[in-house]
């Protein structure tokens, strides 16, 4: 289906987990990883969001942006104590150094860098961004850029795209997992 074929998933002894900016694709590309490689997809946002049954808008606005990432991480924890699997996670998450350990010492982080100029193509017309709700959004989404990129470096695997399918992307991305888990 992607163009590639890897006997990964029988061997697959870590969670592989996504992370990049809003937009990056992360979901998308997750879910299409978690089906080449036939492991569960799961998305830490959306694990969030079952557990307080409020959108993370809602959480974020009720409860605070610190909250948030308190539940955040423990969601993250919980899930990279499971099963192996492909983890979708939010836009911030990899910027805590506790997440940040806590994927280095019980996953594999791959990171979606994503031009800016794409990501706001991709973000601009959606209300389900918590942090774009500003008087300037494109500012916003730039300066979340410029102080996120330096974390997002420190991903074990880097995969650059833009303007890809998400079956090309998904490709790119089991080539460089598959790299990465051969060494």
Known sequence: MFGV?????????????????????????GRALAHALDVPFVDSDAEIEAAAQRTIAEIFERDGEDFFRQRETEVIDRLLS??????????????????RDLIASKGVSVWLDVPLDVLWERVRHKDTRPLLRTENPRATLNA???????????????????????????????????AFLKD
């Not at 990964?8 to 979901?27: D, E, P, R, Y």
């Not at 983890?87 to 150094?97: D, I, N, Q, R, W």
């Open 5 to 29: 074929t890897y006997t990964m998933a029988q061997s697959l002894s870590k969670t592989v987990v996504m992370v990049g900016m809003m937009g990056a694709g992360k979901t998308a590309i």
């Open 82 to 99: 499971g099963p192996p699997c492909i983890l979708s996670t939010g836009g911030g998450a990899f910027l805590a150094p506790t997440n």
């Open 144 to 178: 979340l850029f410029d102080a996120r990129v330096a974390h997002y470096r420190r991903a074990d695997i880097q995969v650059e795209y833009g303007q890809g399918s998400i079956a090309e992307t998904t490709t790119a991305v089991q080539r460089a997992l598959f």
